[in-house]
């Protein structure tokens, strides 16, 4: 098996951490510079991430997310978000693309229509698109997590509009995930829970 399958196999969500450890910010934005790679719908790049370690914010997270223990062990709980308005910024993706030669005039206002028709206007798809994609790049910083060695779970358990006034977040961006990220208390790789098979859950036509 390659590296990439290990990492697959090897990877749990973390129930509990090991208190007190601390990751390097350089640390943790090396695993961003790797997580905006992730693919997203017409590279609108619609996730943000809200990095909290202070302890006192941190609380205030446990607080919007019914009191779940993980995050208080954990070295830092990552606020996943989705930018509803991300389509407002193609005109500033595409216009590097039209500066360097790389898009035509023509090429450019094409695409900017073709998304301004999908987006604009239309909440539920933007709300839709904000949280599919976001969730793309979420499993993306998992695995890099991972593969550098600190150990994640992703949370849907908490209080979106609890999450939106501690951050005091804008309307537009959707509170999509938490990720608590630290160094497993388990350090034995734990018996993975079932999984269907292949054939139980894909159809070739």
């Not at 996730?47 to 993980?70: H, T």
């Not at 790389?102 to 090429?107: F, G, H, K, R, Y």
């Not at 160094?183 to 159809?203: L, T």
Request: proline residues 4%; aromatic residues 10%.
């Amino acid at each position: 098996m390659s590296a990439f399958t290990d990492l697959i196999e090897s990877r749990r969500s973390a129930m509990n951490f090991v208190e007190g450890v601390k990751i390097p910010q350089n640390e943790l934005e090396e695993m961003f510079s790797y997580a905006r790679l992730a693919p997203s719908a017409y590279n609108l790049q619609h996730a943000n991430y809200k990095v909290v370690s202070d302890e006192n914010l941190k609380d205030e997270i446990r607080k919007a997310a019914y009191g779940q223990y993980k995050i208080h062990s954990a070295s830092a709980v990552i606020v996943v978000l989705g930018d509803k308005n991300a389509y407002l910024k193609a005109p500033e993706i595409f216009g590097g693309l039209k500066a360097l030669g790389a898009m035509s005039q023509e090429d450019y206002d094409a695409e900017i229509e073709t998304i301004n028709n999908a987006y604009k206007g239309n909440d539920a798809f933007q709300r839709d698109e904000a949280i599919r994609n976001a969730s793309l790049s979420a499993m993306h910083f998992m695995l890099i997590a991972k593969d550098k060695g600190w150990d994640t779970c992703p949370m849907i358990g908490f209080d979106p509009e609890a999450i939106q006034s501690t951050l005091n977040l804008p309307d537009h961006m959707v509170p999509v995930m938490l990720i608590t990220i630290g160094k497993d208390k388990k350090h034995k790789i734990r018996p993975r829970g079932y999984r269907k098979p292949v054939n139980e859950f894909v159809e070739f036509i």
